[in-house]
């Protein structure tokens, strides 16, 4: 179990495996440059990943699970964007994250291109502070529970009730493996913590990138 590896252990993993290549980008005319940073957690029990619930006031993702982040400002790498938007939307400093690397690049239904910041934090606050507005509330999951296979789900979704330009971006980011070949619907993931705690969408493909990389046997 990864709580017996420890937290060092999961982060030596995380560095190789994002050592291995350059992280992909993604470029989309129309799509604005995102951030979101997926936070890992040094808990006594075990590493923990962090995640916030959004509210119903946001304009986009209303009451959906996702990583603290958000739209890029003007002339704003991805690392600061994910940073400023994780103190902003939950309290978490960014004094406190060690970043260990970025996972490719990822278009949003919402016309985002999102880049998936990956960072440790080795002395994380006791609790974590929700902005109001956008977000709901912050909650960890132990990354073990992650790890276990039934845990994750998947479902076949039909990409023709996406917006034309949307499903276009969406396509390029698809692999192959993972369109069904009998109907050409897209495989996608979600991780069932509880009956109201599923990480699915962008999210879910955000994570399940970083786990199969890092801890696929």
Avoid: N
Avoid at 5 to 24: M, N, S, T, W
Avoid at 62 to 91: C, Q, T, Y
Avoid at 102 to 114: E, F, G, K, Q
């Amino acid at each position: 179990m990864v709580e017996s590896r420890g937290f060092d252990e999961a982060l030596q993993r995380i560095r190789a495996a994002l050592a291995v290549r350059a992280p992909r980008s993604l470029a989309v005319p129309g799509f604005r440059g995102a951030a979101v940073l997926v936070p890992l957690l040094a808990r006594p029990a075990g590493p923990t990943v962090l995640f916030t619930r959004r509210t119903e006031l946001v304009p986009h993702h209303k009451g959906e699970i996702s990583f603290p982040g958000g739209g890029r400002g003007e002339g704003e790498d991805a690392v600061s964007a994910a940073l400023r938007e994780a103190e902003e939307e939950v309290g978490l400093e960014a004094a406190r994250v060690e970043v260990l690397g970025t996972l490719d690049d990822v278009p949003s239904i919402a016309r985002y291109v999102v880049t998936p910041i990956v960072g440790a934090v080795r002395a994380p606050p006791e609790a974590f502070a929700a902005e109001a507005f956008e977000v709901l509330e912050p909650f960890e999951l132990p990354l073990a529970r992650l790890l276990d296979p039934g845990m994750r789900r998947a479902s076949l979704w039909d990409p023709s009730r996406l917006p034309p330009e949307a499903a276009a971006a969406l396509s390029s980011a698809v692999p192959f493996e993972e369109v069904d070949a009998a109907t050409g619907f897209w495989r996608v993931w979600s991780f069932h913590a509880d009956a109201s705690r599923i990480v699915w969408g962008l999210t879910a493909r955000v994570l399940g990138d970083l786990l199969d990389r890092a801890f696929a046997p």
